[in-house]
């Protein structure tokens, strides 16, 4: 495990970016931590590191949205945004399609608030834990 403070956006996007190096294809990076403590922020800065060109927002309202990545030097070609925030049961996540990105080799999946969907989430492989949490104005996340 490491534990990182980060003192403002860039230095979330440069923890991304590290963490970005690392992945392999089919992870699912699951993010804790209240309200504005930087699980956007981070899903941003790792969106950046893949050279991914649209403009990343928090799929609040649609539950998850899918970006492309299009720079060939990557074998990862998705990166699948989820936010659980005002998800009922797990079940909507699997209509909307999740489990088809799931562990897929050519696929990053990562969840904002994935706590609250912990129990569904053990049924799958390679899961990395993020949590985050707001200390004096800075952020501390734990990987
Ligand atoms: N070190 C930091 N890392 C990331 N964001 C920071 C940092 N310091 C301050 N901020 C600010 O904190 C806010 C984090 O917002 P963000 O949308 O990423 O939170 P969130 O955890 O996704 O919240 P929500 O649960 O509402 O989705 C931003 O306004 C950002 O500018
Ligand atoms: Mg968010």
């Known amino acids: 495990m490491s534990t990182y403070i980060s003192k403002n956006e860039k230095n979330t996007y440069q923890i991304a970016a590290k963490l970005a190096k690392k992945l392999r294809g089919g992870e699912i990076i699951a993010l804790e931590g209240d309200l504005g403590v930087g699980k956007t922020i981070f899903t941003k ?7 991914i060109k649209q403009h990343i927002t ?3 309202f649609v539950l998850m949205k899918i970006y492309r990545i299009q720079n060939k030097k990557f074998r990862i070609k998705n990166l699948v945004h989820v936010d659980c925030y005002r998800l009922d049961e797990p079940q909507e996540l699997f209509y909307l399609g999740l489990e088809e990105y799931i562990n897929r080799p050519d696929t990053i ?19 990395i834990w993020i949590k985050f949490k707001d200390k004096d104005g800075q952020k501390i996340i734990k990987i």
């Open 45 to 51: 800065g790792l969106g950046k590191a893949f050279s």
């Open 58 to 60: 928090s799929p609040t």
């Open 109 to 127: 999946v990562i969840i904002e608030w994935a706590d609250k969907i912990k129990k569904y989430l053990t049924k799958f492989k390679k899961i």
